[in-house]
Structure formats: C-alpha cells, structure tokens
C-alpha cells in the first residue's frame, strides 16, 4: 500500500528566511504524481506545487520548489523569502497512475516569525 | 467559477441523528471524491465518484456512511445514525478524470456530533 510519511509535525522559520519540509513515500508503482498542499487557518486546501515522477527535474512555483529525489523516495519542499502568510499545515500527497485518489501525509505545522 | 460549493458549513448534531453533507462540484469536472480529517487520522479518501458513478468507496469507515451522486453537479454523504466519533471536517473535491488532473477542495463541512 502506498504511504505518505511528513517525519516533522511542526517548523518555525523567521520571515524573509528559507525553509524546508520535508516527505518520503512508499510505492511500487513506477510512475505517479507528487503534490503539496497548503491548509491556512481558513480550512481551504490549496495546492502549492506538483511533480510528475518521470521529470527528472524539480518543479519550481515563485518562491516554492522542491528536491525530489526518486531513487530515495523523497519529495521535500522549500520555501523561500518565507512570509506571514505563509503559516498554515502543509501536507504532502501522492496519486498513482490512473488512481486519481490522493494519498495524504500527517502534515506539518508551519509557524512564520516576524 | 464559484469553486466547489459545500453546505453546510458547520453542522452540529446529537447522537443517533441522520446528517446530510452536500456537495457541488465545478462545473465540467466528472470526478468527485468525499475525505475526512480528524486528528487522529488526517486526511482520508472516503469515497469517489467518476461520471456519477461509485468507483472506490472502500475508505467508507462503515455501514452508517452512505453517499449518493444522482447527477453530475450533485452530491451527499450522509450519515445515519451518528455518532460522536463521526466528528470531523469533511471535504469534498473534484478534478477532470484520466490522468493526473489536479483536485480542486471545496471548504469542508465542520461536523460535531454530540
């Protein structure tokens, strides 16, 4: 069965700094979908970046990347010149071919600094 | 485009009463998943839907949940009777089936059971 592991229940960072977040998987499957999803206080899930398994390269949105790393089954992500409001629960999640169902991790709590 | 509309937003019952959540999913989109996030279990994959038919329904925790999607622009889930472990906030989301098309999240239904 696939699994979503998100090791870091919560992370602080100072505004303007950089931090990462980090997500490992278990799959047998070859090909899959990778995503971030962020959930402010509001409830709503927004989607923050995706990437596709057979991309060697990492997909990157304004201030958000990640560093995906297929062998190691690790899909961290990195926030760069951190802003308030980017405090939220951040979840990772995989979808496998033809699944169209959304495995979640545990998520992690970010706490923004001013 | 009004996003995926859930009503209603809040709901809090008493134990052994039915509950009915409802779901609108964006127009065009023929997939639609129903999740649950509690503390204990995160974020789950009750049931989806593809062309208003049940595809996979087996994270539907037990016979008291049911969901029906009688049209494409419709859906519910209910709960019959319920009780207060049933206390949660439910999710519904849809996508454009095939592939690996991105989730939209309506903004959930808060429910407590009493």
């Known amino acids: 069965a696939q699994t979503v592991t998100q090791s870091q229940p919560e992370m602080s960072v100072q505004e303007a700094e950089t931090v990462t977040l980090s997500c490992t998987y278990d799959t047998s499957e070859s090909d899959y979908y990778l995503f971030w999803y962020k959930q402010p206080p509001s409830r709503q899930m927004i989607l923050v970046i995706r990437q596709e398994a057979y991309k060697q390269q990492n997909a990157t949105e304004n201030r958000f990347s990640v560093n995906f790393q297929k062998a190691a089954k690790s899909f961290s992500l990195k926030i760069s010149d951190s802003q308030l409001g980017d405090a939220a629960m951040y979840f990772c999640?995989?979808?496998?071919?033809?699944?169209?169902?959304?495995?979640f991790g545990a998520g992690t709590i970010l706490r923004v600094k001013s | 485009d009004a996003g995926v509309i859930q009503s209603p937003r809040h709901e809090v019952t008493e134990m052994g009463q039915e509950v009915t959540l409802r779901c609108k999913p964006i127009s065009g989109h023929n997939s639609l998943f129903w999740y649950r996030q509690t503390m204990m279990r995160g974020l789950e994959l009750l049931i989806y839907f593809n062309n208003n038919v049940p595809i996979d329904d087996s994270g539907m925790p037990e016979d008291r949940f049911s969901a029906k999607m009688p049209n494409a622009s419709f859906s519910t889930l209910k709960i019959q009777p319920s009780e207060p472990r049933d206390s949660a906030v439910y999710f519904c989301?849809?996508?454009?089936?095939?592939?690996?098309?991105?989730?939209?999240f309506g903004p959930g239904t808060r429910l407590t059971v009493l």
């Open positions: 989301a849809s996508s454009l089936s095939g592939g690996y098309n991105e989730q939209f």
């Open positions: 999640a995989y979808m496998w071919e033809y699944g169209n169902k959304l495995v």
